[in-house]
């Protein structure tokens, strides 16, 4: 959806508010995942991106015996998990898989893209983050786990860095032939959280050096300054993951 004037995209975005405030009251929402940012991240993001109330439920990750209990009443023995409650009917559902609780939220708040071909390339990007995230998780495993130095770096210049290369570049490109900022249209989608997140992440990591990639910098800059987000981020807890 394009808006012709400011004024036709403040009506949408009051709308999309009365919208979401009717359904909040009828729905309740209870995200549960540890209490890092982690996969869970974007899906909490998302509620506070759309002025939604949710209950955020976070599992300590050094407890590995609630973790233990709690994994055996989840549907994939997985987290995170989203609880949907219908507060009418007492009906209850639950999604698994942080893609799919992520995807199934933007499409709710309107975040997933404005065409089909938008949604298409959204998903594109959030497939291509996953395909990144498979070298990614080689190395935080082995900062997790205390690894020694040597062994860290090995798996940062054999494994994570020609991938991140790889990834970088693409990330690049759609950002250089999107003038709006954002990685897909002319609005923030939960890609743009999904990657920014990341961004963050590699930046802790030693992995992402804004200095070195202004494009990518000015990208997470923008997405860190999202006026319904910027209370948030500035409060959350702190966290490497």
């Known amino acids: 959806m394009k808006y012709r004037t400011a004024h036709e995209r403040i009506i949408f975005n009051r709308l999309l508010q009365l919208y979401l405030h009717y359904r909040s009251a009828m729905i309740q929402y209870k995200l549960i995942y540890f209490d890092v940012r982690g996969l869970g991240e974007v899906s909490r993001q998302l509620f506070h991106l759309a002025g939604c109330e949710f209950e955020d439920v976070k599992i300590p990750r050094n407890d590995e015996q609630a973790w233990l209990e709690l994994k055996k009443s989840t549907p994939f023995g997985q987290l995170p998990i989203l609880k949907i409650l219908d507060a009418e009917s007492q ?31 959204v998903d594109a990007v959030i497939d291509q983050f996953k395909d990144f995230l498979v070298s990614q998780k080689r190395l935080t495993l082995a900062v997790r786990t205390k690894k020694s130095e040597e062994e860290i ?7 994570v860095t020609p991938a991140k290369d790889t990834y970088f570049k693409i990330l690049k ?4 032939n999107n003038s709006s900022g954002f990685l897909v249209g002319n609005d923030i989608t939960w890609a743009d959280l999904q990657i920014s997140d990341n961004l963050t992440t590699l930046d802790g990591l ?29 409060q959350r807890p702190a966290s490497l993951l």
Do not use: C, W
Not at 173 to 176: C, D, M, N, Q
């Open 173 to 176: 490109k759609l950002l250089e």
């Open 206 to 234: 030693g992995i992402f050096v804004p200095s070195e990639e202004p494009i990518l910098a000015k990208f997470h800059e923008k997405i860190m300054n999202t006026p319904s987000l910027k209370t948030y981020f500035e």
């Open 91 to 121: 009906n209850e559902i639950e999604i698994p898989q942080s893609s799919a609780i992520g995807r199934y939220l933007a499409n709710q708040f309107g975040y997933a893209g404005k065409t089909p071909e938008e949604k298409a390339m």
């Open 153 to 159: 770096n090995r798996v940062k210049e054999d494994i």
